[in-house]
């Protein structure tokens, strides 16, 4: 076995985050080398996600480096993550999949990795250290991803690999809003011909669940937002009636069946309810990246894709170099877009 080539530390440009709320400085951060089943990959592409904006508005760890939905080629490999080797194609996953825990090799459609779960502390999974630092001081990540970077370390169960042929710029949006929404729609909501579905929020993912629910034949969408803009844009993903609740004087509400939750709340996120609505028949679920096992299951959608059986393109309201990554910010906090494609330098 030829020996393992030593990788070394890459300055690079990156958008940090300083405190919570304030606009990304653009910093030259230190990436260190991967470390054992990781891998550091060149982020090509990176688009902005409602959950980023969220956890930087909160109080969270800073200095941070946000961005989890990303795609981008292997630049080096640590050893032990064999899958990989350098000039793969890949997408970043916030949840990964270590294929050897009991959730992931049991066979259920769980996506609770043990090991490679959802990453809060701003730290590694393997070692609880991060990869970036600035003059030695160390920099946080950002659900085990940060991708508002040109060079990012993931493990090489937080990382998917994809063919060359398909479009980067555009298939970051599998790593999570689009994904999200098709398998909310399709793992677990199960939507079935001649359904009648009420989405409430239509930005990327939300009406990622209405392009399933179309798909899998409901009879009607219904789409749920207080921008009137939205209206028009989420005809083309499926929604045959739009309610802005604003146009309203009483609440609006009908039936039983399955609610599901999913995306990051900003506020309140406790819920309470009483015992007697679910004896009637009522269902609440939760949603984690809609139950795809993601090293398992993303290849299928990118596939879906490539023959044309799902919309991602549509989803693409603008495209910016990663120094107007503060403008991106704008645009989502205004609700002026869906998802910006963030292009990293050449």
Known sequence: MPPIKQADVITCKAAVAWGAGEALVMEQVQVSPPHPHEIRIKVVCTSL???DIT?????????????????????????????????????????GECMTCRHCTSGKKSNMCQVLGLERRGLMHSDQTTRFSINGQPIYHYCAVSSFSEYTVVHSGCAVKVTPTVPLEKICLLSCGVAAGLGAAWNVADISKGSTVVIF?????GLSVAQG????????IIGVDT???????AKVFGITKFINPNDYNEPIQQGWGLTVTLGVPEVRPEIAAHYGLFLTGRTLRGSLFGGWKPKSDLPSLVDMYIKK?????????????????????????????????IHMSK
């Open 201 to 205: 929020g239509l930005g990327t993912v």
């Open 49 to 51: 996600c409602r959950s």
């Open 55 to 95: 956890a930087w508005n909160s109080q969270a760890i800073f200095p941070r480096i946000f961005g989890h939905e990303a795609s981008g080629i292997v630049e080096s490999v640590g050893q032990g993550a064999d899958e990989f080797k350098e000039g793969d194609h890949v997408l970043t996953v916030f949840t």
């Open 309 to 341: 059986e799902i919309q991602i393109d549509e989803f693409i309201t603008h495209n910016l170099s990663f120094g107007d990554i503060n403008n991106a910010f704008n645009l989502m906090r205004e609700g002026k877009c869906l998802r910006c494609v």
């Open 213 to 220: 629910a179309k798909i899998r034949g409901a009879t009607q």
């Open 227 to 233: 921008n009137p803009e939205k209206r028009d844009k």
